[in-house]
């Protein structure tokens, strides 16, 4: 059954069972504010793609002076995103865009070093819309910048067609022509897969 990402009950609801759930939800923030980190820019400008209520912005904001997209289309996770990262000001810029759709690369601004996702992407469909949204962040990445996707792996008692292997994560970001694509983390059910533009 399909997730409701409009109604403010089932999203407060799915917030709250997020981390109880999947508990390394923790570690894989902390993995993935540290590869930022670890980019040669100190003022970062990062692009997090389904950032939900806003939760590990607030992390990755909190840590680096970084600048900071989130593109959702769920106005009720926007809504949330938005009060949690008001207090960094205009560092912050909120997007509403479908990435299935091909409008919402145009409404980021350049250069972006980093772009990041968490326990997202496997809901846009199946391998072939990871793979776009693979091919569409290359196209606005700096050279040397980073795409981290941290998803749910396939699993056989769940094999959801947006959930991939890591060899196929890694697979789809060479074909699209990433560099040093390879998995950084493995937990909990999670693949961290990095590569660079």
């Known amino acids: ?10 999203i407060d609801a799915w917030l709250q069972s997020l981390d109880e759930r ?3 939800r923790a570690e894989i923030a902390q993995h993935i504010v540290a590869h930022i980190d670890a980019l040669a820019v100190f003022d970062p ?6 950032p939900g209520d806003g939760q590990l912005a607030a992390k990755l904001l909190h840590t680096l002076p970084a600048t900071y997209t989130g593109i959702d289309f769920s106005t009720p ?4 995103a938005r009060t949690r990262l008001a207090r960094y ?13 091909d409008q919402w690369p145009a409404q980021i601004a350049s250069p972006v070093d ?11 469909g199946d391998g072939h819309q990871v793979e776009r949204i693979y091919q569409r962040v290359l196209e606005f990445l700096t050279p040397g910048g980073l795409l981290l996707n941290a998803d749910l792996l396939h699993n056989p ?6 959930r991939l292997t890591t060899e196929h994560h890694i697979e ?3 074909a699209c022509g990433y560099q040093r694509a390879e998995c950084t983390l493995e937990t909990g059910g999670f693949g961290c897969i990095a590569g660079y533009a």
Request: no cysteine; glycine share 4%; net charge negative.
């Open 157 to 162: 008692a769940d094999p959801r067609p947006g």
């Open 172 to 174: 789809l970001m060479l």
């Open 1 to 10: 059954m399909a997730r409701d990402f409009h109604d403010p009950e089932n």
């Open 114 to 124: 980093a772009v990041f996702s968490m326990q997202s992407l496997h809901d846009l």
């Open 45 to 50: 400008q990062v692009v997090e793609l389904a």
């Open 89 to 101: 000001g205009e560092r912050v810029q909120l997007i509403q865009a479908d990435l299935n759709q």
């Open 22 to 24: 999947w508990p390394s």
């Open 77 to 80: 996770l926007l809504e949330r």
